[in-house]
């Protein structure tokens, strides 16, 4: 005899379906002599519900928290872990610290609480300042954490990703000095931010060893965003000396100074070269096409999922930080200063 059916059961005892289901699933949107009779029913037939799907069959998870999400650049990234999670099976979540609310602060110890108890297999942070004491918590809690151009520096341990900025701040500098640029400027990022840092060491590095002088006056800015590349540039651009060429120390920013020469009238490259840092998909849209420093972001995304998988796996491996190269992609934004062309 056939086993009897959900629909076998609401025939029986005169109801829908899904009045059915709720009753047997026990839902409170249905009256307690609805329940009753519905139950004894189903007994007297023998009908058992299918069995649910264990909350450990889900897939595993990771959780990526970015700064924001109003960047090319967090794109980038989220492409490579997209593709890194969906390879290993594994689901991934994405939330932002910007507009998080009080009662749910991202980063926060309940919040990373909440993750272990949902069993997440690991962290990545994305720009975003992780303090020592979360780095800590994540250790004694078996928390993978893996950082990606780390906001500022920590003195625990922690497995970060990046791409070799330094050489990459040398490479954009070396650029426009083989051009025959000699004043020139730059827009800086935070101050405590690491890849900022490391890209401004790179770009002092290659002028002294060019024995071309840094004017300390056209080196400023203090942000990643167009609007702190635009007022940098802004400052530059207005002195009596302007720079006949700025760095700058991210895509974001470098469509800021474009947008600083526009309105002083000054035109690109003709008047004033300009170089970003990570070649985004907005990279070769900007007018002109952007010379730019690429780093691979997608492959950061990727490794940092890999990473964070394997650790997971072996909590007690110890990772290396990772640094993924940079190289030169030559537009149309960079050439010969006035009076050198040709």
């Known amino acids: 005899m056939a086993k009897p059916r959900l629909i076998d059961v609401a025939q029986a005892s005169g109801v829908s379906v899904s009045t059915a289901s709720k009753a047997l699933n026990g839902r409170a949107d249905i009256s307690e002599e609805s329940r009753r009779k519905i139950t004894k029913t189903a007994a007297d037939m023998g009908y058992s519900s299918p069995p649910r799907v264990s909350q450990r069959q889900a897939p595993p998870r990771l959780t990526v928290v970015f700064d924001h999400f109003s960047s090319p650049y967090a794109v980038g990234i989220l492409s490579g872990a997209v593709h890194a999670s969906k390879r290993a099976g594994v689901e991934l979540v994405t939330t932002t610290i910007v507009g998080d609310s ?111 002088a840094v004017d300390e006056d056209l080196v400023t800015g203090g942000g990643f965003t167009p609007e702190s590349g635009r007022v940098a540039a802004l400052k530059m651009l207005t002195r009596p000396e302007r720079p006949s060429a700025i760095f700058a120390v991210s895509d974001d920013v470098a469509l800021g100074v474009l947008r600083a020469a526009e309105e002083l009238g000054l035109s690109v490259p003709q008047d ?56 030169l992609v030559t537009r149309k934004s960079t050439a010969a200063p006035p009076g050198r062309a040709g």
């Not at 690991?122 to 303090?131: E, H, M, Q």
């Not at 420093?293 to 110890?318: C, T």
């Open 102 to 212: 009080a009662t749910h602060r991202v980063l926060s110890t309940a919040w990373m609480r909440e993750l272990v108890a949902q069993g997440s297999r690991g962290l990545i942070v994305v720009t975003a300042p992780v303090s020592d004491a979360r780095v800590r918590w994540c250790q004694q809690n078996r928390l993978p954490l893996i950082l990606i151009d780390p906001a500022a520096p920590n003195h625990e341990h922690v497995v970060a990703i990046g791409s070799t900025n330094w050489n990459g701040g040398k490479q954009a500098a070396q650029h426009l000095l083989e051009l025959g640029h000699r004043r020139i400027g730059m827009v800086t990022g935070p101050l405590e931010s690491i890849p900022a840092g490391e890209r401004l060491q790179g770009f002092r590095s290659a002028m002294q060893m060019a024995g071309c």
């Open 272 to 327: 004033l070269s300009v170089i970003g840092f990570d070649d985004t998909s907005a990279a070769s849209w900007m007018s002109p096409p952007l010379t730019t420093i690429r780093q691979p972001l997608a492959s950061m995304g990727q490794v940092a999922v890999e990473r964070a998988l394997a650790l997971s796996n072996d909590p007690e491996r110890f990772a290396h930080p990772f640094q993924l190269e940079t190289r």
